[in-house]
């Protein structure tokens, strides 16, 4: 294991080619999105990232609207009006922020959401003719179910072959069939268009656009399967970790709402938000940061040596000199602990701090998306995703209280990283 900025850009960057993904990770991933950009090596990564990096274009991850349609289903769960003395009641936001971005996610690659926030407002258009859809309530507790087993099996390491997957298989058969059922939607539409009714929009859908470059069911299931995860867990646990913090840490709450009022207005005064205004927010962009750092929410990764090679650091008395690598060398890069090294972040390491990046500039000190070519491809979306709804949350809510009772901050630390406490809150409305 390493946490060593060094020795990660060289596993990452500049010597990529002595690295690959290893076997248990191929295999143990595959079971989940099968052969995908996550899974795969060499011509068919290549073909894969080839597809799929275009459709995380600046136009296409810039769709506010998009956000907007699932933030005002999120401020209704999070409490009807008249709340007693304006406060919400206590609520754990962290199961929330699942359903949000699975929302979200689902309508940006499929062009239909799910509405597991609130599922009397899912429709069902299709073809005419075909057999009814899979169930889509249960969909979002398959996706948990099955990134649960991919965790705990991770544990195990080769052995996972041998362990029990009875309800998993069930869980993702369920999960693939209704991706299956998307799937096949687009390539009608793309068949038949125009003449298959469609549901009118001229908002962007990945799978569509993806299903105009190949007819291949199986690679448009895994790669947009393979998205669907990402862009869920990882996102959803960003904004876990930054509510989590500012609920303990409310003089930072504070200037986020001031900062966030002076730049985009009150919710009854709200300003035209743009992301070119969100991300020149530097204390919105400073708070995220913080909690990309603190939280970690992918917290490591894998690779293996192929072949016998070197890295930088971790040889000699002191740990400073470059060590040999063998081929077939398992290593882990551990960028939790990296965010947490007090040699690089100072003795406040553990708090809350989003003025530290006033003037920090980390470079591989800093690894919320991995780096490289195998860089996370959604991060600007994902980025988007959370400053806005950031704002329209912090302009709906003047406070914010913790009310979690646990004595200490417990992780659940294995595909991603999330709070194993919850997250435990309850929030006061602005009467602006």
């Not at 929330?96 to 899912?122: C, M, R």
């Amino acid at each position: 294991m390493t946490r060593d900025p060094e020795n990660i850009k060289t596993v990452l960057a500049t010597q990529v080619s002595h690295w690959e993904l290893g076997e248990i990770r191929r295999g143990l991933f595959s079971e989940y999105t099968g052969p995908s950009l996550i899974t795969s090596e060499g011509s068919v990564w290549k073909q894969s990232k080839s597809r799929v990096r275009p459709q995380f274009s600046p136009v296409s991850v810039s769709n506010l609207a998009l956000h907007e349609r699932h933030i005002k289903e999120l401020l209704i769960k999070l409490g009807p009006e008249g709340c007693r003395e304006g406060w919400t009641g206590a609520i754990d936001i962290q199961p929330l922020f699942f359903n949000l971005t699975l929302d979200v996610i689902t309508e940006f690659l499929y062009g239909q959401s799910l509405h597991s926030q609130n599922p009397s407002q899912a429709t069902i258009i299709g073809p005419a003719g075909r057999k009814r859809p899979p169930n889509f309530e249960i969909f979002g507790r398959c996706v948990d179910e099955v990134t649960e087993w991919v965790a705990s099996m991770s544990m195990l390491g080769k052995w996972y072959k041998f362990a029990p997957a009875r309800e998993f298989k069930r869980s993702r058969a369920k999960m693939r069939g209704l991706i299956d059922w998307y799937v096949e939607r687009a390539l009608r539409q793309v068949r038949e268009e125009p003449q298959m009714e469609h549901v009118a929009s001229s908002e962007y859908v990945i799978l569509d656009e993806l299903a105009r470059l190949t007819d291949d069911k199986l690679w448009l299931r895994n790669e947009t399967l393979n998205l669907l995860t990402a862009g869920r867990s990882t996102t959803a646990a960003l904004f876990s970790w930054l509510f989590y913090y500012l609920a303990r840490y409310p003089s930072k709450y504070h200037n986020l709402r001031r900062t966030v009022i002076d730049s985009f207005g009150t919710e009854a005064t709200a300003q035209h938000v743009t992301v070119a205004k969100l991300r020149s927010c530097n204390y919105l962009q400073n708070c995220i940061n913080e909690a990309l750092r603190l939280g970690s929410p992918v917290p490591n990764t894998t690779r293996t040596a192929a072949r016998d090679t070197i890295l930088p650091r971790g040889g000699g008395a002191e740990g400073n000199d470059p060590i040999f690598i063998a081929k077939g060398t398992l290593i882990m890069l551990n960028f939790f602990n990296l965010h947490h090294r007090e040699d690089i972040w100072g003795k406040d390491v553990e708090e809350f701090k989003p003025e530290r990046w006033e003037k920090q500039n980390p470079g591989w000190e800093f690894n919320p998306f991995g780096g490289g070519p195998r860089s996370c491809i959604g991060q600007q979306f994902a980025i988007n995703e959370v400053s806005y709804v950031v704002v329209r949350l912090v302009q709906h809510y003047d406070d914010i209280q913790s009310v979690d009772t646990s004595c200490r901050l417990w992780y659940n630390t294995a595909v991603i990283n999330k709070c194993a406490n919850g997250v435990h809150v309850r929030l006061h409305r602005s009467p602006s």
